[in-house]
């Protein structure tokens, strides 16, 4: 059973189809024309939703062990890193694609996770632990904030995909701030525990695909560079890092190792890095779940991630040992939103795909759920595809994927497919030059006329008079 939904949902389904066993999926009443259940070989109605049943633990189990499921595999997002609903797999005697429930609690815990690495000798930004409750609590952060000096940032402790993280630069915006970041993170996370990081000012993000079984066996596959993003999200990820100096990409990924060891890591899972302007780098996080940005690493190395994951779960050895893995060329993924990016990357949920031509040929893959005539929720998360090319050279890479960008359709819903055509002619990042202040010092990127031709605007025109008769999910 796959426990998620979209180009995941599909990429997941795929691989155990291609292994020879049966793929079941779920969905909520918004995904009923979605793609992946079409593709699966059964698909379980599990509620109308949205998100609700997505997320409903028991009504999940039941319904794998309705239907006699040997393995759940989360894919990222929903329940992918939920201890209990790891742990409820492993009480029904159900097998859970990932790591134990009590590795994901204690890696998933991000305080919990940096005294681990701190064990381990793995280098940190400075940080606090749980900030306390009430004014001890803002006692704390405004001691470390006067040791460290602003910018700080506020995290929450069960937070990921950029949920839960404010920049702080004040003693006034920490007061504010912090009881407000609470709140946030127990309604995203229902944890309401926050703490304290030392900004690392315009770092590269830079991550590491790790991959151990359970005999005693971890390998890396390899960095990746994910320093693009808005509101701390990945919108562009590449394989390998820009990173000229291949010794210190080595050690990064020593450490990777080191660190997914430490903490007695199974399956598939990324460790990441924020690597300063000095080149100093310092552990971020390891993300137990396999990772939107999978595809780029799986286009370099040869590896499939997810396929892997799956023979781990079933017990298997690792086929392959660090000195197997030969890394080639670039891979770059971009994102695919249903956003405008001119307003604020706001998403286009409701809209209908009246046009769909998607680009393809040598070094293309796409990972998406799309299709003429879909109407996308707008009570989910806006990517619609993933957008992956290689090439054996960095700007082979990159003159491919221009060419796959202009070749790209999709009217009804503004996409963030204008904004990629600035963003590949721009000469930083045709250079690999980019940090995580990527965005915010290349506001050019954002002038550009979004689809300006007559038939793209009646397209748009009867997606909006379709989208106010169906817009029966609607928040």
């Known amino acids: 059973m796959v426990a998620n939904r979209g180009e995941i949902a599909l990429r997941i389904i795929r691989a ?56 759940i595999h989360p894919g990222y997002g929903f329940l992918a890193e939920n201890p209990d609903f790891a742990k409820a797999c492993e009480e029904a005697g159900i097998i ?19 005294k681990i690495m701190a064990e381990a000798g793995i280098p940190m930004v ?20 006067a040791r460290y000096k602003y910018p700080v940032m506020l995290k929450a402790t069960a937070g990921g995909g950029g949920r839960g993280i404010r920049l702080i630069e004040t003693d006034a915006q920490l007061k504010e701030q912090l009881p407000m970041a609470r709140s946030e993170a127990k309604a995203a996370f229902n944890n309401d525990n926050v703490y304290l990081e030392k900004v690392v000012l315009k770092p590269k993000h830079v991550e590491v695909q790790i991959i151990a079984d359970n005999f005693g066996n971890t390998v890396h596959l390899g960095t990746r560079d994910c320093s693009i993003q808005r509101r701390n999200q990945k919108l562009v990820e590449i394989a390998p890092s820009m990173i000229k100096d291949k010794k210190l990409l080595d050690q990064i990924c020593d450490t990777a190792v080191r660190a997914a060891k430490a903490s007695n890591y199974f399956n ?14 310092y552990f971020m996080e390891i993300n137990t779940r396999v990772q939107v940005e999978h595809t780029v690493t799986e286009m370099v190395s040869g590896i499939d991630i997810v396929r892997t994951q799956i023979k781990l779960a ?18 770059i993924e971009m994102r695919i939103n249903a956003e405008d990016p001119q307003n604020d990357f706001m998403p286009e949920g409701g809209k209908t795909v009246s046009v769909y031509r998607s680009p393809g040929g040598y070094g293309v893959r796409l990972d998406g ?52 055509l600035n963003l ?3 000469p ?23 689809d300006p031709s007559e038939v793209n605007k009646l397209a748009r025109l009867i997606a909006e008079i379709h989208f106010k008769k169906e817009n029966k999910y609607a928040i």
């Open 369 to 420: 759920f799309v299709y003429q005539g879909f109407t996308i929720p707008e009570v989910y998360d806006s990517l619609l595809v993933k957008l992956t090319v290689f090439g054996f050279t960095w700007n082979e890479t990159v003159d491919r994927l221009r060419r796959c960008l202009r070749n790209y359709t999709i009217t009804g819903p503004k996409t963030t497919i204008p904004f990629y």
């Open 16 to 71: 155990i189809q291609e292994l020879g066993h049966v793929a079941v999926a779920i969905y909520e009443t918004p995904d009923s024309a979605a793609l992946h259940i079409r593709v699966a070989d059964e698909a379980i109605w599990i509620g109308d939703g949205p998100r609700r049943d997505y997320l409903n633990i028991a009504k999940i189990i039941k319904a794998a062990k309705d239907h006699g499921v040997d393995c």
């Open 96 to 114: 859970f694609i990932g790591p134990p429930h009590d590795v994901i609690s204690k890696l998933g815990d991000k305080v919990t996770a940096r």
């Open 126 to 145: 400075p940080g606090t632990e749980n900030l306390s409750q009430g004014e001890a609590g803002l006692r704390e952060a405004l001691e470390f904030a």
């Open 314 to 331: 079933l017990g298997r050895k690792l086929s392959f040992a660090q000195d197997d893995i030969r890394l080639r060329g670039h891979a």
């Open 428 to 450: 930083d990042f045709q250079r690999g030059d980019f940090d995580t202040s990527y965005l915010e010092t290349h506001p050019d990127l954002f002038n550009y006329k979004d």
């Open 268 to 281: 598939a899972g990324t460790v990441e890095f924020l690597v300063d302007k000095d080149y100093n780098f």
């Open 424 to 426: 590949v002619n721009d």
